[in-house]
């Protein structure tokens, strides 16, 4: 089913498209185009269960009248984390805190989406006993002093991650959550199984495009098999990884082709690794001076993808003023904005944007001044979520604050949160 728009309810302005809403293939319709995108909160306990910090922020959030809130990236096995702060859903047993922060946002009138995710090879060392990956294929040079190398998963190990997704998002169902966005971009596991640089498998799992976008698709039918036909399912998945011998933009269509086919909700552009992170904007993505007037960085893919499948799209990254959100709207591109940083020094921008008006804020570019930290683009996701800690606290974030400082302050969170991590399990 294509997406479907109707008209601006009377109360909202109708200078901006952003106020239409949308009807998903589900059946759910969204209040209006505006879609928080995932960011890393860590703000789970450090034995990984959520927090009221977690409904506070999206409390806040589900405030400004943003039509969808995706949560960050919530983990399916608490063996597998990517960062101390992880929510883990692996079971009930949190689920009164759950329902708690379900609640907050639909509430309101808007929609909570679980990214769920599982790292794979993209996890700081020290944190789990082991990674996983498609194939046991280090980082790069200047990041092996951060991250291990992994250990190829074994068939077994992969089925039971598969069943995992399935059970956590039947979970997330119970709870009373909108739906689930399943993470297959930034070079998380999912990421991983479909480019050819980290997955060198000869066996039913890779070697081949089919078979490296096996482990995705399965990953999507155990899911809609756990919480029936009529509970959204979306995904979140790369352009492209920029990085050599990654996935293709060729790659990534065939991908996209066959998740519309199987039935996916919506599907969210994005792109980039830890490695090459061009999702940040720390990686230059090559663009026509015509795209970069349309200051999305994935802008030129969607327009691919829209001439292909009918499936809704949402595109994040590199979105800055409403005139850019609603040109991507009107010509059709997209479906869906995604904002993700701008809401972390700005959390009631989306109120500005649905009355016509640009946001206060500009997002800008982290750096430490240290130059190996700062190519790996991790600023990018410790800096915003001191902010997020702070608007989860009740207080204001701090667009200014140094990003050498934040860095060093979030160094010694990050250790001192590993530690805890390794001793609540030992």
Known sequence: MAPMTTQTTPHQSPSTSLNQTLRLPSGMVLPNRLAKSAMSEALASYDNHPTPELVELYRRWAESGMGMLITGNVMIDRRALGEPGNVVIEDAADMAVLKQWADVVTSQGSTLWVQLNHPGKQSPKGLNLFN????????????????????????????????????????????????????????????????????????????????????????????????????????????????????????????????????????????????????????????????????????????????????????????????????????????????????AIEPDAPKSLLAGLDPKHQVRTITTGIKPIDKMGVMEILWYARQLKRIATGGNPQPHESGLWAFLASILKSGWGTYQTKRMRS
């Open 132 to 343: 996983l990956s498609p194939s046991a294929v280090p980082f790069r040079q200047d990041m092996a002093a951060f991250f291990d190398t992994p250990r190829e998963a074994t068939t077994v190990e992969i089925l039971e991650i598969i069943e995992r997704f399935g059970r956590s998002a039947a979970i997330c169902q119970q709870a009373g959550f909108s739906g689930v966005q399943i993470h297959g971009a930034h070079g998380y596991l999912v990421s991983q199984f479909l480019s050819p640089h980290h997955n060198q498998r000869s066996d039913e799992w890779g070697g081949t495009a089919i078979n490296r976008r096996r482990f995705v698709l399965a990953v999507y039918a155990c899911i809609r098999q756990h919480v029936g036909p009529d509970f959204p399912i979306a995904i979140k998945l790369n352009s492209t990884d920029f990085q050599k011998g990654g996935l293709s933009e060729e790659e990534s269509l065939e991908t996209i082709q066959a998740l519309a086919q199987a039935g996916i909700d919506f599907i969210e552009i994005s792109g980039g690794t830890y490695e090459a992170p061009a999702m940040s904007g720390a990686v230059k993505v090559p663009q026509r001076a015509s795209t970069l007037a349309r200051e999305a960085y994935f802008l030129d893919f969607a327009e691919k993808i829209r001439s292909s499948v009918k499936v809704p799209l949402m595109l994040t990254g590199g979105f800055r003023s409403l005139a850019g959100m609603n040109e991507a709207i009107q010509t059709g591109a997209v479906d869906l904005i995604g904002l993700a940083r701008l809401l």
